[in-house]
């Protein structure tokens, strides 16, 4: 139990590897703060590693889908990349389709962080700190960030994210790990069943931003309220899923914080089940339709669909739409929120 280090081979990055009681073992990274690696027991008692990553740093220095990332300052897109606070506009880096996508291309997960290990034998922590000055990646205010792994004895994968501004700024930081629960190398992750606590999505344009509309998921393939594999529309012939090639949209959560989860993923293959909490008020659901056969850990092959994402976060484009929870943290207030992966075998 407890923390231990190890270094990349001709790298500076160091992996801090926590393990519980349970022999279960979360390996997190200070280049990028990524989510490394994650060994869960199967229904017999296999260690697999759930989440896609790279087997060594260079991989994490060029890591356009994002795997096991920290995003930051704001997690998914701003339309037309630029926003008006406080009467001035600031205009961002265009990375995506004449948007932003994840801050742009100066990207916190291709940084290094600071690290301090913490918690306890029992329930480990890794506390990872980022200095962002005023005007990083074209958003106002100089910033302290800290992202937190806490590896529980319930086998609980907690991510707590803070953060103070000394400017009024958008906050709206999330985790992009792929995750597939029959294992990382085990092909596509979409004969998973997934159910959702979500009556309502944000139906985006052909660019994916939201259009402002909160859509009933009532009778499309959008609903997952009723537990179903995520293969089972995921090619359908709906307006919304052809654009975007499969899943990728904001899902609006209908308890967070309520201390119940807002998602369950099961492999009816290993038996391992991943139950989701959050304080955030939506969650980007992502199919893993990008990626295009990136080598990862042990030299496989990550096709199209090899994991799935479950970003927690403010809806995207929120900073643009007054009808949706605004992303918006003013000068000296404190960013926190917390997102939950729970993991345990049937």
């Known amino acids: 139990m407890g923390i231990t280090t190890s270094k990349f081979q001709d790298s500076e990055a160091t992996l801090y590897t926590m393990e519980n009681s349970n022999g279960c073992k979360l390996t997190v990274c200070d280049y990028g703060a990524v989510l490394y690696s994650l060994l869960m027991p199967d ?47 600031w205009k961002l880096e265009q990375n995506d389709n004449g948007n932003n996508l994840h801050s742009g291309f100066n990207r916190y997960y291709e940084r290094m962080w600071d690290a301090k290990m913490s918690g306890t034998d029992a329930e480990p922590a890794v506390i990872f700190s980022l200095h962002s000055p005023d005007g990083d990646q074209g958003f106002p205010g100089t910033a302290d960030v800290t992202v937190t792994y806490t590896l529980t004895a319930d086998n609980e994968v907690k991510i707590s994210y803070h953060a103070v501004s000394d400017k009024d700024t958008i906050f709206n930081m999330t985790n992009h790990s792929y995750f597939n629960l029959n294992g990382h190398d085990s092909g596509d992750a979409v004969d998973q069943i997934l159910w959702m606590d979500a009556d309502a999505y944000t139906p985006a344009d052909a660019e994916l931003i939201p259009t402002g509309e909160i859509a009933p998921v009532d009778l499309t393939p959008m609903d997952f309220r009723v537990a179903k594999r995520i293969r089972d529309e995921i090619d359908s012939d709906f307006e919304q899923l052809t654009m975007a090639g499969g899943y990728d949209h904001n899902w609006v959560l209908a308890h ?23 304080d955030l008020p939506g969650v980007q659901f992502y199919s893993g339709n990008f990626l295009k056969g990136e080598i990862g850990k042990g030299g496989c092959s990550y096709a199209r669909r090899a994991g799935v994402c479950f970003e927690t976060q403010y809806y995207p484009d929120a900073v643009n739409k007054p009808e949706f929870p605004s992303p918006v943290v003013k000068a000296g207030e404190c960013y926190h929120t917390t997102t939950v992966y729970k993991f345990k075998c049937e």
């Open 256 to 278: 967070p914080g309520s201390g119940r989860p807002f998602a369950v993923l099961k492999s009816e293959k290993s038996g391992i089940v991943m139950e989701m909490y959050t």
């Open 43 to 89: 229904r017999d008692g296999k260690m697999l590693d759930v989440v896609l990553g790279y087997e060594g740093p260079e991989g994490y220095r060029h890591n356009d889908p994002g795997l096991g990332a920290v995003v930051g300052r704001n997690a998914n897109r701003i339309g037309k990349a630029a926003f008006e606070l406080n009467g001035i506009v």
